[in-house]
């Protein structure tokens, strides 16, 4: 997230900040105690309203917009395709490491 944190207000900065969002929401099916579908879909309500007001470019924002409606499913398929699409939209505005892990995330998501 390096390359972000430097980044100006607005597309770079904010791109980073919305997959960050959507990863965190999608971490909510995975580990030993997934969240419960309603609380996931409270969640990605909020989130959806957050999402609409950052200023986040249109590609960034359809991506990360499919991976809230999905987190708020019970279909991790969905989401781990979801999430590698925010992670490829994303990718210009990431550091490597922060790439990486994303990778990883979706990876484990896939199972």
């Given at each position: 997230m390096?390359a ?40 990605a ?12 470019p ?54």
């Amino acid at each position: 997230m390096l390359a972000a944190g430097r980044a100006p207000l607005g597309g770079p900065r904010e791109s980073a900040l919305a997959a960050l969002m959507g990863a965190r929401l999608a971490a909510g099916l995975l580990g030993p105690t997934p969240l419960a579908s309603d609380a996931r879909a409270t969640r990605a309500d909020a989130a959806r309203g957050w999402l609409g007001s950052i200023a986040v470019p249109l590609v960034a924002k359809v991506a990360v917009a499919r991976l809230i409606e999905a987190t708020g499913r019970d279909d991790l398929a969905s989401v781990a395709t979801a999430m590698a699409k925010v992670t490829e939209v994303a990718a210009p505005y990431l550091d490597r490491a922060a790439q990486a892990e994303l990778e990883r995330f979706c990876a484990a998501l896939r199972g």
